[in-house]
């Protein structure tokens, strides 16, 4: 019971930090909330940005340069993925044009001009009419990089005696197959990982006592109530676990929650796991953010 009250301590704390959150970087449109509703399945996920639900198509999300972008839809075709040519080729700021006589097509991006002639090309095929392309191809010409991760699996690492999953290296969503795509990232700084999570465990930390002063104040009659339970949060913040780089990301967990260090900017963001995967920024003063406490204590 202790540690189940820990984790929902450390749900609210997370809310509460959200003056640290942005969403600017994650999705295009600076929208407040976005969230990955995979409880119905893989086939059934969801997207919800803002007011609009977009189908995760084919069990997969797309990110590019770390954003996500939910109206694509990836193809899985004998069991590789290919991607739509002209919404990575745009997003990625290259002009495409049709050669329909020679069935052609051409990319230009300043001086780099690519000719492809789709099924000739074992990279590139003719699906539903559309220009599908293989992840090698978008990394041999138009990108860095170019990664296919499927989701997490059964077998997964937990982090310390928790049953909370720790999520595996090289993936944004993890309950879903990603296509992650980058350029080249200009980094901020040369911040080392361990820098990283030495910064955001001060912002956790920061985040706590803040958090520790509202509890108190609200129960005051029994002012002591959730030491133990405050004691357990910062036991998991100070074992942190560094997973790897993602995209322009250092990710960490604290087992509820990841943790993704935007290295481009510094900001952080939190990946929060319910029945869906919810990313939120919302007002560090809203009292609600706090109710979920007194529901189970």
């Known amino acids: 019971m202790k540690k189940f009250l820990s984790f929902v301590l450390v749900f609210a704390l997370v809310l509460s930090m959200s003056s640290n959150i942005s969403m600017a970087k994650l999705d295009e449109t600076g929208a407040k909330e976005i969230s990955f509703g995979t409880d119905r399945g893989p086939e059934d996920a969801i997207i919800r940005i803002a007011d609009k639900t977009y189908p995760v198509k084919n069990g997969t999300v797309l990110f590019i340069n770390g954003e996500v972008i939910p109206e694509a839809e990836v193809i899985m075709d ?3 993925a290919m991607l739509p ?6 997003k990625l700021g290259y002009e495409l044009g049709w050669n329909g006589a020679e069935k052609k097509v051409t990319l230009k991006k300043a001086d780099n001009i690519i000719d492809l002639s789709p099924n000739k ?5 003719l699906i539903k009419n559309t220009t599908y392309v293989s992840p090698d191809f978008v990394e041999k010409n138009l990108a860095e990089s170019a990664l296919v991760t499927e989701s997490l699996g059964d077998d997964f690492e937990k982090f310390y005696e928790t049953q909370m999953p720790i999520t595996q290296d090289k993936t944004i969503e993890r309950s879903l197959r990603n296509v992650i795509i980058d350029e080249k990232h200009e980094y901020k700084d040369n911040i080392s990982s361990d820098e990283a999570m030495k910064l ?3 912002k956790c930390l920061e985040g706590l006592k803040n958090f520790e002063k509202v509890m108190k104040e609200k129960a005051k009659d029994e002012p002591n109530r959730f030491d133990d339970d405050i004691k357990l949060i910062e036991k998991d913040i100070n074992r942190m676990i560094y997973i790897g780089e993602v995209s322009k990301f250092y990710r960490y967990t604290i087992g509820p929650y990841d943790v993704l260090y935007d290295r481009t900017d510094g900001k952080i963001y939190f990946q929060i796991y319910q029945a869906e995967t919810r990313i939120k920024e919302v007002d560090v003063n809203d009292e609600n953010l706090y109710m979920a406490i007194f529901i189970v204590g």
Do not use: V
């Not at 040519?85 to 745009?90: F, N, Y």
């Not at 090309?121 to 095929?125: E, I, N, Q």
């Open 78 to 80: 004998a069991g590789k």
């Open 121 to 125: 090309d074992d990279m590139a095929k």
């Open 200 to 202: 955001i465990k001060e």
């Open 85 to 90: 040519l002209r919404l990575i080729a745009e």
